[in-house]
């Protein structure tokens, strides 16, 4: 079977009228709970063989800047000293993650990478991005080896890496990596195909990729050896509409042409935060109905 998955963020939108009637009686209200167990429960409903944690918690660039000394957060994430891991930033929503799943789905989960980090930051005290993102780095660290004792797979997300890819990134990437044993992912999204020989020389188990958007890729794939699995984004995420079975369907086996289905993930794009609910559920079931039909469960 062809595992599928997410990238990261999954929409929840919650009534807002709700919370407020909640604030002004003084009554306890848990927002950050209940999108998260909603975007646990959509992801589950949808067949998701890996979910994550929706990132519903906030954007993927605060939800771990704000827990670094060192760093306000205005427009952007701003550097005034020198930065240091104050407070772990996803792990108990990863236990409440992990207490929701039914037996038999997986969970991954997701650290922003040092370099998106640092090229979202505002630099205030570093000599240069490169010493900013190293900081960064041994600060994630903490959060991915505290992340490996609970999920199955730990991901880190490089946006950057494929519009400025630093001659550093693989230490940089390994710098995070290193306390991690279980399966380790990197998502780049965009166009990589400048730069995947050299994301094929990064020590992880899975490079995961922007193929429903870039289908040009296959032709970079195709010619460099690598010994990862590869995660094959199915679905866009950048286009507001859910994707037919049967246009799912083709691109997946435009991946069989390439590679054995041992080796294969099947996601969206990148995240789906910025998608309607309802468009971004349906994406996730159309994607594992063809997942199915195609292997023959359905």
């Given amino acids: ?102 037996e038999g789905v997986e969970v991954k989960g997701i650290i922003t990478g040092p370099y998106t980090m640092a090229k979202s930051s505002v630099n205030r005290y570093y000599d240069s991005i490169e010493d900013l993102a190293f900081s960064y780095a041994r600060g994630l660290a903490k959060e991915a080896e505290e992340l490996d004792g609970i999920v199955d797979y730990v991901q880190v997300d490089e946006p950057f890496y494929s519009v400025d890819y630093p001659e550093y990134g693989r230490k940089l990437t390994e710098t995070v990596l290193k306390g991690v044993k279980k399966p380790r992912m990197l998502h780049v999204c965009g166009d990589v195909s400048e730069i995947f020989k050299e994301l094929a020389g990064f020590k992880v188990e899975v490079l995961e990729h922007e193929f429903a958007a870039n289908p040009q890729l296959w032709e970079t794939v195709k010619d460099v050896k690598f010994k990862q699995k590869l995660g094959v984004g199915v679905v866009r ?24 289905a041992s080796r294969l993930f099947f996601s969206p794009d990148c995240g789906l935060r910025n998608l309607d609910p309802q468009v971004a559920y349906k994406k996730l079931e159309n994607m594992v109905s063809a997942r199915d039909r195609l292997t023959g469960r359905s």
């Fill in 1 to 102: 079977m062809i595992p599928t998955t997410v990238i990261g963020s999954y929409p929840i939108r919650l009534d807002g009228v709700k919370y407020a009637k909640a604030y002004h009686e003084g009554a306890k209200a848990d927002a950050v709970g209940e999108s998260l167990s909603k975007a646990v429960e959509e992801q589950v409903a949808a067949g998701l063989d890996i979910i994550s944690d929706g990132q519903t918690r906030g954007d993927f660039i605060n939800i771990f800047a704000r827990n670094f000394s060192g760093v306000v957060i205005q427009t952007r994430p701003t550097v005034l000293k020198e930065i240091e891991y104050s407070r772990l930033s996803t792990i108990d929503d990863q236990r409440k993650v992990r207490e929701l799943v039914p």
């Fill in 237 to 260: 995420s950048d286009l507001n509409r859910a994707e037919t079975v049967e246009e799912i369907e083709e691109r997946m086996n435009v991946a069989l042409e390439h590679m054995d």
